[in-house]
């Protein structure tokens, strides 16, 4: 179940939009549903964008052409690269970031980018997707501890 360093797989469910008033929706991103091995789910707000990249991935929707993080993907393995791991590691009330490891010619590399950016890769990529204690105690359910 961990990953290296506290971390845990996490497995993407869904994108849901959070409930509101209409004319507030701007105002409240999207969130990203994301379960652990033993069940235990954790919510993490992502952008509008990525919530849809992440949604057509999970959905295996087709698309007439590459969408950005598909794009993304094929310049790196067209560079010789490749994404290795993501690890969701910072939470904050406007989105969480994530830790691309990446293998390239010049050795490994660490990138850091949108939680939603990083899991869109992953999806695609089929890798899977790490978080770490720290951003699980802040992203856990209400009444549900992280331990």
Do not use: W
């Amino acid at each position: 179940m961990s990953g290296n360093g506290g971390e845990i797989r996490v497995h993407a469910v869904g994108v849901f939009e959070q409930p509101g008033e209409p004319e507030e929706a701007e105002a409240r991103p999207p969130i990203l549903l994301l379960r652990d091995e033993i069940g235990r789910e954790y919510h993490l707000p992502v952008g509008s964008c990525d919530g849809l990249a992440i949604h057509i991935a999970l959905t295996q929707q087709q698309v007439s052409r590459p969408l950005t993080h598909d794009l993304a993907l094929r310049l790196l393995e067209k560079l010789s690269g490749k994404l290795e791991r993501v690890v969701i590691d910072a939470y904050s009330d406007d989105g969480c970031h994530a830790t691309l490891s990446l293998a390239t010619p010049k050795g490994a590399q660490r990138l850091e980018a949108r939680a939603g950016d990083g899991v869109a890769l992953a999806l695609r990529a089929e890798l899977p997707i790490f978080i770490t204690e720290e951003v699980l105690v802040r992203a856990s359910r209400p009444g549900q501890s992280p331990a």
